[in-house]
């Protein structure tokens, strides 16, 4: 897909910060209408698009990291669903090991390691009874295999379609690894039936607000953040990545350690999506590393409009929309309409839906300025 980036600084006028503002504030109101208004009251929201608008801002989340890597620096991943699944498998060890006894079998093992005949917890599960120990879990598991695995492949100067290729054969691999019993990660029923979250009932309507804040509140400091690197002049670097890697090496640039590092960060980014996700959903199978989801996280950041970082977000929230109504109501033609929507964009509009505003706009500023002359 070829794609002519929009310029940057138009993306965050004032009227485009106004518009974040206003989302913002009305997203946050969703929870408290649930909790200060009674079912039947005209101003209550349900607790399940609660649920569902915190799900949708957390694949927001992992499509801002998604953007940072293949919008600004022209790395395409077909990967970045694993980091998803491992932010979220961090996280989901801490909720298991807050079930305790109160499993089916009620042992202080998790009723998936109960029915294995498992006698004690395997090594790698050590510590995991502590919040803050599984939290640190969140960032360094995701980052340190992405720093790894980024190592050797750009040192290798991988590029192109075949990074791609093996980004879609790592999550595969570990999609079989964690489908695997003998694993300790439950295998294909994955980690669900949670009961609390820091001595809280995690199905609580006061819980699930306070999740789906903080939701909010790590979407919209990535959102600065992320706006603020693509500005300075790291972010010019990347781009220079992005556009011609052989001219920046030309010019004394080593563009290993600035693949490197917006590689970690994204896949870090995605980590903590997924580990917001698991206590909100409920639930965190192998499924979630399959090369589709990592495929559909591509889908969401080009019909939002690569290279914009808005549009990534506005993507995620537009394509789970979809996917949420169709299936409900067509459930065997969302992956056609899925396609569809993907050739679309890929033909008519690739830039995207930012990117088609953006030209709208630039269309109708133009032809003011020619009726002033």
């Known amino acids: 897909m070829t794609t002519s980036y929009p310029i940057k600084q138009g993306l965050f006028t004032r009227p ?22 009674a079912e039947g009251h005209a101003f ?35 990967g970045h669903g694993v ?33 294995l005949d498992w006698k004690t917890y395997p090594w790698y599960w050590a510590f995991t009874e502590h919040f ?15 720093f790894v695995f980024g190592y050797f492949a750009f040192r290798s100067r991988i590029k192109g379609v075949y990074f791609s290729i093996i980004t879609q054969a790592m999550t595969y691999a570990f999609m079989l690894l964690f489908f695997r019993n003998d694993t300790g990660f439950g295998g294909n029923n994955g980690f669900t039936d949670f009961k609390t979250i820091l001595g809280h009932d995690i199905t609580a309507p006061a819980t699930r607000a306070v999740l789906f804040l903080l939701t909010l509140a790590f979407l919209l400091v990535a959102l600065i953040g992320a706006r603020a690197i693509v500005r300075s002049k790291l972010g010019q670097v990347l781009q220079g990545v992005r556009d011609s890697e052989a001219r920046l090496m030309f010019l004394g640039y080593n563009p290993l350690w600035f693949k490197l590092f917006v590689w970690t960060l994204s896949a870090v980014l995605c980590g903590i999506a997924g580990a917001l996700y698991v206590p909100q959903v409920g639930i965190i199978n192998p499924s979630e590393m399959s090369p589709a989801n990592s495929i559909e996280m591509v889908v969401w950041v080009a019909v939002g409009g690569r290279g914009t970082l808005l549009g990534p ?20 033609l969302w992956l056609f309409a899925l396609g569809l929507l993907f050739i679309g964009v890929t033909l008519f509009m690739q830039q995207g839906m930012l990117g088609v505003l953006n030209k709208l706009k630039r269309k109708k500023v133009a032809a003011v300025a020619e009726e002033a002359a």
């Open 83 to 115: 980091f998803f699944a491992l932010g979220a498998y961090a996280h989901g060890m801490y909720l298991m090991r807050a079930i305790g006894d109160q499993g089916q079998y009620r042992s202080s093992l998790p009723d998936f390691m109960v029915f």
């Open 16 to 37: 485009v910060w106004l518009a974040i503002a206003a989302c913002s504030v009305l997203a946050a109101l969703l929870p408290i209408f649930n909790l200060a208004f």
């Open 132 to 146: 803050w120990y599984c939290m640190a879990l969140v960032v360094l598991v995701p980052g340190v295999l992405a």
């Open 44 to 78: 209550h929201v349900s607790a399940y698009t609660v649920a569902l608008v915190g799900k949708f801002m957390c694949y927001a989340l992992a499509a801002l990291a998604l953007d940072l890597v293949w919008g600004y620096t022209g790395i395409l991943s077909l």
């Open 313 to 332: 977000i506005v993507g995620a929230f537009t394509v789970n929309g979809l996917k949420s109504w169709f299936t409900a109501a067509l459930p065997e």
